[in-house]
Structure formats: C-alpha cells, structure tokens
C-alpha cells in the first residue's frame, strides 16, 4: 500500500528524523533548524517533517479503519 515504503531501510530513516524534527521543533529546541531548505523539493525540512507525518498518520488510521 501507500505505507510500504516506511518498511524499507531509507523509510525508517525519514520517518525517524521527521519524528525528531518535529518534536524538537515543537518543544524549542533549536527550532530554526526546521526553517532550513530541502534542496531536492526546495521546501522547509519542517514542512517535509509534518508533510511525511500527515502522510503516514492518515494512511494508517485509514488502514487501519478500513481493514485494506
């Protein structure tokens, strides 16, 4: 399904550091680390951070409400 990549390797790894990324942001800690720019998508890491977690959070409650 759509969550198949976070199963990998390099997923676990982007859905760790957007975990990080956001938490320390949200708490202050260093929170101007988010405004860096992703160069490859030109966005903020703090908007890759949330965009990956609205992503997998929506598609495992969906999963998991849905039974697909």
Not at 9 to 30: A, D, E, M, P, T
Not at 37 to 54: E, M
Request: charged fraction near 10%; glycine fraction near 20%; proline fraction near 3%.
């Amino acid at each position: 399904m759509l969550t198949d990549w976070t199963h990998t390797r390099w997923g676990q790894g982007v859905v760790g550091v957007s975990i990080l990324v956001l938490g320390l942001g949200h708490f202050g800690r260093s929170p101007r680390f988010t405004e860096w720019k992703v160069p490859v998508v030109g966005w903020s890491l703090g908007t890759v951070a949330g965009g990956v977690g609205v992503l997998i959070g929506a598609t495992i409650l969906y999963d998991r409400f849905t039974g697909a």
